[in-house]
T-cell receptor
Framework: EAQVTQNPRYLITVTGKKLTVTCSQNMNHEYMSWYRQDPGLGLRQIYYSMNVEVTDKGDVPEGYKVSRKEKRNFPLILESPSPNQTSLYFC?????????????????FGDGTRLSIL | AQSVTQLDSHVSVSEGTPVLLRCNYSSSYSPSLFWYVQHPNKGLQLLLK??????LVKGINGFEAEFKKSETSFHLTKPSAHMSDAAEYFCVVARNNNDMRFGAGTRLTVKP
């Protein structure tokens, strides 16, 4: 089954304790991204990756890091989490558009990770 | 620059009645427009996508949306609501996957 898998689904932790949220897709997609969802704000992009070893900042990258060492995995790292990073996080992937630098294909989303930073 | 406004944060309908979820957008180029649905504790699922072909776009589960350039709108409709349609719906305007704007969402409630 084609899917995007995020782990953990839920996490409560404390300020300053480094954490990693994993994301894996089995569709051989080139493009992956991370979003956070906050009430009344919709989804905002944190980071994206167009392919292995190619990552770039989205709209709200402060306090986050990512890596793309393998095509299927795109972990989100919070080096020193703070309470304002309490949110619902989604990973998404999509195939590239042939002949185009940027993809405009619909994205496949994971089921989300709810982070609470105390 | 681009932006999207979902005009209703919450819509409530009775089962079997029509659904209308409103979306207005602003874009300095010809955008792609999407509607996604989010069921509780789930990720977003694509309902439909507009990319400058037919202005009336048919999606899954009986939903459709009409692109109206003169009104800068992309409203989502369904003739007859089912209980399973209760969810949150997001309108998205995009230049590409690196340049997307999500609306704040509309929560649809379906009453028996």
């Amino acid at each position: 089954e084609a899917q995007v898998t995020q782990n953990p689904r839920y996490l409560i932790t404390v300020t300053g304790k480094k954490l990693t949220v994993t994301c894996s897709q089995n569709m051989n997609h080139e493009y992956m991204s991370w979003y956070r969802q906050d009430p009344g704000l919709g989804l905002r992009q944190i980071y994206y990756s167009m392919n292995v070893e190619v990552t770039d900042k989205g709209d709200v990258p402060e306090g986050y890091k990512v890596s793309r060492k393998e095509k299927r995995n795109f972990p989100l790292i919070l080096e020193s989490p703070s309470p304002n990073q309490t949110s619902l996080y989604f990973c998404a992937s999509s195939p590239r558009d042939r002949g185009r630098l940027y993809s405009n294909q619909p994205q496949h989303f994971g089921d989300g990770t709810r982070l609470s930073i105390l | 620059a681009q932006s999207v406004t979902q005009l209703d944060s919450h819509v409530s309908v009775s089962e079997g009645t029509p659904v209308l979820l409103r979306c207005n957008y602003s874009s300095s180029y010809s955008p792609s427009l999407f509607w996604y649905v989010q069921h509780p504790n789930k990720g977003l699922q694509l309902l439909l996508k507009y990319t400058s072909a037919a202005t009336l776009v048919k999606g899954i589960n009986g939903f459709e949306a009409e692109f109206k350039k003169s009104e800068t709108s992309f409203h989502l409709t369904k003739p007859s609501a089912h209980m399973s349609d209760a969810a949150e719906y997001f309108c998205v305007v995009a230049r590409n996957n690196n340049d997307m704007r999500f609306g704040a969402g509309t929560r649809l409630t379906v009453k028996p």
